[in-house]
């Protein structure tokens, strides 16, 4: 039996920030579930935009969202209509729930969007476009090396592995295939 645990445990602190960044002696379960439900909105509002993180930055009563995404301008919106939005549906949100749960802290949110300079690099972007080109029926072998190829470009990146799993083409039986390109040392 293996010991399942998440690889980013290892390189936080190193070369990985913790995506949550607050510290409480107390109600940790709370804010915590406030995180879930900013993430949550997040993904539901603008999830188009091709997030690659959310991180979120508590000190006092004020609360900072860092939003990087590959797509800021779907975010923003027309001068700045969207992230407004954004803000008002994640503060109305928090607000029902701290509610429903009888707590009365109040926050001041901040929401910053961050252009992602590179999204070639970005491991969700990538997953996130594949996605979108296997809803619009796409040849599932085809779009996985057109991202192969795409990604293998960078000069930085030295290797690529994409896999596929599911009733790929629609076939009834599921299996799962991958292509890789370069070198991917797994240790």
Known sequence: MGHKIRPD???LGITKNWSNRWFVKKDRKEILEEDLLIRDIIKEKIN??????VEIERKGNITRVNIKA????????RGGKGIEDLKKSIEKSVIKLNLKKQRKPFYVYNLNVEELRRSEISASVIAQNIAWDLEKRL????????????IHQSKDIKG????MAGR??????????WLAKGR???Q
């Open 70 to 77: 590959a797509k800021p301008g779907l975010v923003i919106g």
């Open 160 to 163: 690529v592995k994409i896999k």
């Open 48 to 53: 188009q935009a091709g997030i690659d993180s």
């Open 139 to 150: 040849p599932f072998r085809r779009t996985m090396k057109h991202y192969i190829d795409l």
């Open 168 to 177: 790929l083409d629609g076939n009834e039986i599921a299996r799962s295939e």
């Open 9 to 11: 445990s290892f390189r």
């Open 184 to 186: 991917m040392p797994l």
